[in-house]
């Protein structure tokens, strides 16, 4: 069931002629090239917005505890409790007298460990 015009060699000669013109000249067909960047997906806009408030944010929160720090540098210095260092706490004789009562206890306690005779005997072992 050939067709008529291949019968004779000539025209099957001129066909696969044909043929390998066609397969020489052939384009590839698939796309080997790297897809088109689109500028608006790598500058990445919103996060850059929102890493500028970020940055101006912080630069907000420096600013204003610099002014706090300069505002307490500029004011004199005063204890922990804002009275002078030499006044006297109103409990201090209740508390040299507990730091006396316990020094009186450790030296007692001191003394007994001192004096008290050894429970067991290296020599034995």
């Known amino acids: 069931m050939d067709p008529a ?13 044909d043929h390998r013109k066609k397969v020489q000249n052939a384009q590839p067909l698939v796309d080997t090239c790297p897809p088109p ?6 500058l990445m806009l919103k996060r850059l917005k929102l890493e500028e408030e970020r940055l101006s944010a912080i630069d907000r929160e420096n600013c204003l505890l610099l002014k706090k720090v300069a505002s ?19 409990n201090r004789r209740k508390r040299e ?25 290296a020599q034995r072992w």
């Not at 009562?101 to 008290?116: A, G, H, M, P």
């Open 72 to 90: 307490v540098m500029r004011t004199r210095p005063l204890t922990d409790n804002g009275r002078d260092s030499t006044h006297r706490s109103l």
């Open 37 to 42: 960047a689109f500028s608006h997906l790598r």
């Open 5 to 17: 015009w291949l019968s004779s060699p000539r025209a099957w000669e001129k066909a696969y002629q």
């Open 97 to 121: 007298q507990e730091f006396r009562r316990v020094q009186q206890e450790n030296k007692i306690i001191l003394e007994r460990i001192t004096n008290s005779q050894p429970w067991y005997r």
